[in-house]
DNA sequence: TACTCTATTTAGTCTAGACTAAATAGAGTA
DNA sequence: TACTCTATTTAGTCTAGACTAAATAGAGTA
């Protein structure tokens, strides 16, 4: 297995999260979470599809996945990624807004000794502070069902699981209304047509969030 | 002051070492040391010469030396290097001789913010595990009377102050004779004609050092 | 004063990964 | 069946930082 770079790396990551729901990422999408021109990223997939082995199956104006040897890479990002961010929150004292992008310039130079050894201060953590799912050391992810709380019906009881991590305006928004992993809530109202979901958590005035919020934070329904 | 490339880090890194004496860098010492080619090198102190603001004087075939600029992203890079090397040994139980290959790569990525968080979890040290000294938040370096070992008369009280950080075997192999900063010791003999110095630690066998080695450790003299 | 050796520089090339501008495939519409 | 729109690709360019091969400056020597 040839050594990846830190484009490269970002590539598969962002494919990763792309083809997470089984259908092939598309130039523009990847284009537009890296924040490059579609003409880069066409350049960059017909590399990464003529690699030795290849990192993904591109069909030209059809999108790519990734191949087993992609995911591996991708997973590997990931978990360096999850872990340096617990590890921030755990070890160094920064706030949660603040790790996610310290830990993508991280990500890609750690050794697998780093890893390793940021894992086991940690206690091989399953989840980062955002609830996001770390990959196990053999790339195994921790599975558990999650459910965005757009999904829920209004009146259930939930448990929030993860937030997005990419947003730090978001982070300390939701982390000073208390809204953060392990934080129970109930859906007072699920309202689909107005694009509005509420919260309600233990005697404090109910939270109205988004749909463009609320698909991104995932929950767990207690009743 | 623009940003700089982790490339150009190095080379200002290795400048500023070569340049301690206050006589201008080599291009040959420079390309050694950076395993590059001695016109690559040419190449780049040009460059460095140009920016704006300039980061080295550059008189052709003459050699250069930093500006004030450079010698601040310099020190810089090197305080974020000795920091790391002291976390990784006081925080992640990484052995001496493992931390300075990481420290390598991930002295180029680390934020201000976490250079600050790292130096207040170690309490500010100023000495790294090898005893080089660690540039302050300020920049300013921490000073003290070091001799290299070659240069102690025979029969001196001497304690080891700094090790070399850059060659894992004979970072081993000092460890395993127990010569660390800290360690005291007696000058047996110091004979330059044959390049050898041979030093007596309480009780153990002589261990004799070649000049090649000797020359890298630096004490201070007891009596 | 010309000669030689070594360190250094110059000239030209390559690669990865970005870019812009122009071309085009294919889906959906008139 | 031709037309239009959008996503995507192609073609060509740029930059940093490496390389090799050839030229040369300057120190030291014959």
Redesign the interface.
């Known amino acids: 297995m040839q050594k990846t770079s830190p484009p490269v790396q970002d590539y598969l990551k962002t494919i990763y999260e792309l083809t997470r729901e089984g259908r092939p990422a598309s130039t523009n999408a990847i284009a537009e979470r890296l924040r490059l021109q579609p003409a880069s990223v066409t350049g960059m997939l017909q590399r990464l599809a003529a690699r030795q082995p290849p990192l993904v199956t591109y069909r030209k104006r059809h999108g790519v996945q990734l191949t087993p040897a992609g995911r591996r890479v991708a997973l590997e990002v990931i978990r360096h990624h999850r872990l340096l961010e617990t590890f921030?929150v755990e070890?160094?004292?920064?706030r949660w807004d603040?790790v996610h992008?310290?830990a993508c310039?991280?990500e890609?130079?750690?050794?697998e000794?780093?890893e390793e050894?940021?894992a086991?201060?940690l206690g091989d953590p399953l989840f980062d502070p955002h609830g996001a799912p770390i990959p196990r050391a053999d790339l195994t992810l921790p599975q558990r069902e999650e459910l965005p709380l757009t999904q829920v019906p209004g009146g259930s009881r939930i448990r929030i699981l993860r937030v997005p991590d990419d947003d730090p305006a978001l982070l300390r928004r939701l982390d000073a209304l208390q809204l953060r992993p392990g934080t129970e809530a109930r859906i007072r109202t699920q309202s689909p047509l107005e694009a509005v979901v509420t919260l309600e958590v233990a005697g404090r005035p109910p939270i109205p969030l988004g749909y463009p919020v609320g698909a991104l934070v995932f929950v767990e329904v207690l009743s």
């Open positions: 921030l070890k160094l004292g920064f603040e992008e310290e310039r991280l890609h130079v750690i050794s000794r780093m050894r940021i086991a201060v």
